[in-house]
Every structure is written in C-alpha cells, then in structure tokens.
C-alpha cells in the first residue's frame, strides 16, 4: 500500500510539470512562427521547456529510461502544439488539396509534423541533461554551445531554424546573419532563456539564498556576456545597413534591370476537395499570361536602355514548355516581339529504362527569343514533389501515393544554375521550397548570381501564414548571401527584397491579381558567411570543443 501511495505522488508530481510546461512551451513556439507578428516571443519561447526538463530531471527517482520516456513525451507534445499553431498551413493543405478530412489533417500535422519538431527538441535539450548528472550554472553555455554547434547540421524536412525565425524583420539584429547565418542568431534567442534559466535557478535556491557569491557572479558575467553580444550585433548591423545604402546611391548604368512581376492567382479550384476554399476563381491559361505581360509592359517607359525582365510565378504556365511545341513558339516569339527576357517554371522529364524521371524546371527565355538556359528544382517539398525513405519504405509511398491526392514525385536536381542577361546582369532561379535550403540559395551566389529570383506558387495553403514563412525565410537568404531577391507568387505575397532584407517595393496581398514593376539596381556585394559558412559550422562545433574540454578538466562532467 505504501509502494502504491508513493508511486501516485511520484506520477502527480512528474505529470503536473509535464503538461503546462509542454503546452505553455509549445504555444510560445507556435506563435514564434511568421505571420502572427509575434515571432519576438521566441526570446522567451524555450524557457518552459527548459524548466520543464530541468524540473524532471531533479526527480531522483526516475529512472534512465523512463526520464528518457519522459523527456520525449514533454518534447513531442511540445512539437504537436507548436507544430498546429505554427504550422496551420500545412493542415490547411493536406485538408483541401489532400482531400483529407479536417480531423485527420491535424492529427497528421500535430502528430506527424509534430513528431519531428519534437525529436528536434528532445536532441537539442533533452539529450544534454541525459547525459549530465549533476547541474550547474556551469553546464549552460555548454549546452547553449551544443544547440548552436548542432543546428546547421541537423537534418529536417523543411529547414528552417529558431534563430531566424525569431530575429526576420529586426532591422539592425538581423544583418549579423551575414556572419554567423541565421542559426547563428541561437545565440540571442537560446540565449536568453538559459539566462532566466540561470537567474530561476538562483532565486529557487532558498538554502543559499544569502550566501550565494558564485551563482550571482556567474549571472552577472553572463548577463554582461549577453548584453556586449547585442551591443556588437546591432552596432555590426547599423553600420551594415548604412554602408549597403551608400553603395546602392553610387550609379552605373550596365548593373540595373526592370523587372516585372507578374501575380496572377491562378485558380486550383480543380485540384481542391472543396472549390470554395481555393479563394480563387480565375482560369490558368497561356493567352491571360500574355494578356497580363503586355498590359504591364506598357507601363515601361519606352526610353529604357536597361534589360526588361518579365517573371511569370510557379504552375502558372500550363503546359510542358519543352514537350509541346506551339506553347513554347509563343513564347519565344513574344519574348522578341518585345524585347524582353521572360523566366517561368515548367515540367519536363526524360524516358529512362525504369520509366520518366521528371523535374521541375525554371527556364529563361532571352530578349532574342532563344532559351538561354534552364534549372531543375533541387529542394522537393516532402509528401508533395517527393515521398521521403521512398525507397526504404515501398510499400508505405504506395498507399501515400493511392490514398492522397496531388502528390507528386520528381527527381532533384544537382546544378546551381546562373542565368546571364548581360555582363554584369546574373541571376537565378530557385523554385519555391528551394529557398529553404540554405545550400542552394549560397551555391547560386556563390557561382555568380546577384539577383535571386524565387518562383513559387503557396495557392495550396489557402489563407495562412505560409507566404509570411515563405518572405521570412528569403529575407535570411537575402542577408546571408548580400543579394537581392524577388518573391514572386501566384496568389501572393510577392515582394522585392533587397540585400539588407528589407522591401523595395510594396507586397501584393494574398488572392490579389497585379504585378510589381521597379528597376533594381545589382550589385556585387561581400558576405563572410556566403564565402566561408563551413568554417563558422566548424567554429560553432569547436566551440562547444572547448567547453567540454574545460569542463572535463574541472571534473564536471558526468559528475554525481
């Protein structure tokens, strides 16, 4: 009777702590995603969490494998919720274009997509306190260390990372992504909370209240370590801005293009369970993008010297630019006609002895009316171009492929391709979710691109915040790569971003039909992190090197 007593006051006391530390933390961290305007939340989103784990991990009598039981359960949970708020967009999309009932959509998104926000948190903080036994103010920075050396390197679905998400749109913060990258930026989100980690830690510790010199001299050196870190980003990032500024008054001639961008809004009514919920009704065709392209060009004005760009957004071009050939004579004859370059996504694939590979393509047409070059999309959105461990788990993608509805599978693609309008005119072509690879963005500038065009088509997540992550994520590649950047949309929304992240013209709204016109201005500009983001990986591992290696030699770790 005692065992029993005693075992229902160990589970209260583990399931309490449990649940409003997951649930709190994983409402902070849904909102800490773009589009609710609450993205700053993420400074004190993790520290739930952490307190949650910290919590748990003083229960002596839990053992090894249940706190590891336990530790999961808190991250999962964590995940799911984080992962329905933040990430509503894709319940939206598996609901409406997946022909999946709204109830099975969330639990695909909570469960599903949450499990993998989950296993994220639980190796980011929950293996570090496995490992630990005895906690310290001393074991903070290395576990603050282990997140940041860890995160560039960790795999996910979609790549995304905290840091960024919680610093898009802070003017001055956000220009030090050129240095350290957006994951980089852990180290002003993360740590904060393992500041307040630190400061609960020595306000709980009611023995030593008093007599407690070595736990606020550590606060004080942390919380000074801090501060000097803000302090340097947003001085780097004032002085970033302005210089950025300057250059872009300096005038020459050969490096500007106008560009028009052209939103559609296309309808994908026929692909949706529920015609009413794809918000848009106009009928994709060839002759409106033509329609569209002239009513804009007139707006030019006819003395223009420079290069015109026509960009025409992700699935708006009905046929297969390569396999039908009176779709593709149009548009080599308009692009002459009219002296502009016109870039666009197709479909194309090739005939294999094991059937068609296909590929999504960006293709470039000239002012001269020839196809100066073409681009097969690298980054495939999972379980929408792509069906991840396909081939470990055939017959799993069989039943997705029979049972889900508009899920296509391509083949990547392996070159960074740079397009030449002109000597000093070099540009590329990412395909939606290409941009959330940081990779692909990096190797197109690094092979020469100084303007970064991004195509993409967000129709399918109806009116969520996925065009807001979208814009989030470009501005990062903007300012880690120094290069402007144009989102350009079907159903919105588009926006010209320059090399500091921030706009350089207005944003089309979502379902809005329009164009953005402007004449940007290209640049070749340096980024320390664009040209050695391997050694800042490297610089982020041997730190956290170093920490170990110190806390070793004071006989810290694995201390009981």
């Not at 919590?55 to 999962?76: A, D, N, P």
């Not at 009176?326 to 004859?333: D, L, N, S, T, W």
């Not at 740079?418 to 939606?432: D, H, Q, T, W, Y």
């Not at 996925?466 to 989102?487: G, K, Y």
Request: overall charge positive; proline content about 4%.
């Amino acid at each position: 009777m005692t065992i029993d007593n005693n075992f229902q006051i160990s589970s209260t006391k583990i399931i309490t702590p449990f649940w409003i530390g997951s649930i709190v933390s994983g409402i902070l961290l849904g909102l800490n995603a773009p589009g609710f305007g609450t993205h700053w939340i993420g400074l004190v989103s993790f520290f739930p969490l952490l307190f949650t784990l910290e919590q748990l991990h003083k229960k002596t009598y839990i053992t090894f494998w249940k706190r590891c039981i336990v530790f999961s359960g808190v991250c999962w949970l964590t995940g799911g919720i984080a992962s329905l708020i933040g990430g509503y967009w894709i319940t939206n999309s598996i609901h409406v274009f997946g022909h999946i009932p709204f109830i099975f959509s969330l639990l695909i998104t909570g469960a599903g997509y949450g499990l993998e926000v989950g296993l994220q948190l639980f190796v980011y903080f929950a293996i570090p306190l496995l490992c630990i036994k005895k906690l310290g103010n001393w074991e903070l920075p290395l576990r603050l260390a282990y997140v940041i050396a860890i995160d560039p390197w960790y795999p996910r679905l979609i790549h995304w990372n905290y840091g960024g998400l919680t610093f898009s749109q802070f003017p001055f913060l956000e220009q030090v992504a050129d240095i350290i990258g957006s994951s980089g930026l852990l180290f002003y989100s993360l740590g904060l909370s393992y500041l307040l980690i630190a400061w609960w830690r020595l306000k709980s510790d009611v023995k030593n209240l008093n007599d407690n010199e070595v736990g606020y001299k550590f606060l004080k050196r942390a919380i000074a370590a801090y501060s000097l870190l803000w302090a340097v980003g947003l001085s780097y990032g004032a002085w970033r801005i302005q210089d950025i500024n300057e250059n872009d008054n300096l005038q020459n001639s050969d490096s500007f293009i106008n560009v028009i961008a052209i939103q559609p809004n296309f309808s994908l009514q026929d692909l949706a369970s529920n015609p009413e919920l794809a918000h848009s009704k106009r009928q994709g065709n060839l002759e409106s993008l033509l329609e569209d392209s002239k009513k804009y060009l007139s707006k030019l004005s006819k003395q223009t010297d420079e290069p015109t760009l026509i960009v025409w957004p992700e699935s708006v071009f009905p046929h297969p630019f390569f396999k039908v050939k009176g779709a593709r004579q149009k548009v080599m004859r308009f692009a002459e006609e009219n002296n502009t370059s016109v870039l666009f996504t197709t479909v194309d694939w090739k005939n294999t002895m094991t059937g068609r590979k296909f590929h999504g393509v960006s293709v470039l047409v000239g002012s001269n009316g020839e196809v100066l070059g073409r681009y097969n999309k690298i980054f495939l959105i999972p379980f929408g171009e792509m069906i991840p461990f396909s081939n470990i788990f055939p017959e799993t993608a069989s039943w997705l492929r029979n049972n889900i509805a508009n899920m296509s599978e391509f083949d990547p693609g392996q070159d960074y391709k740079v397009f030449s309008l002109s000597e000093k005119v070099r540009l590329s072509a990412p395909i939606c979710f290409d941009v959330f690879s940081q990779e692909v963005v990096r190797g197109m500038s690094l092979n020469g691109a100084n303007l970064v065009v991004n195509l993409s088509n967000l129709a399918w997540f109806g009116r969520t915040t996925a065009s807001d992550n979208m814009v989030a994520v470009l501005r990062w590649r903007a300012i880690e790569n120094r290069v402007p950047v144009i989102f350009a949309s079907n159903n919105g929304e588009s926006v010209f971003i320059g090399a500091d992240g921030k706009n350089l013209s207005r944003q089309l709204g979502l379902f809005e039909e329009g164009a953005l016109i402007a004449k940007l201005q290209l640049q070749s500009r340096f980024s320390f992190y664009r040209q050695y983001e391997e050694w800042i990986r490297v610089g982020f591992v041997f730190i956290f090197i170093v920490l170990i290696f110190l806390a070793h030699v004071r006989g810290k770790i694995f201390q009981k």
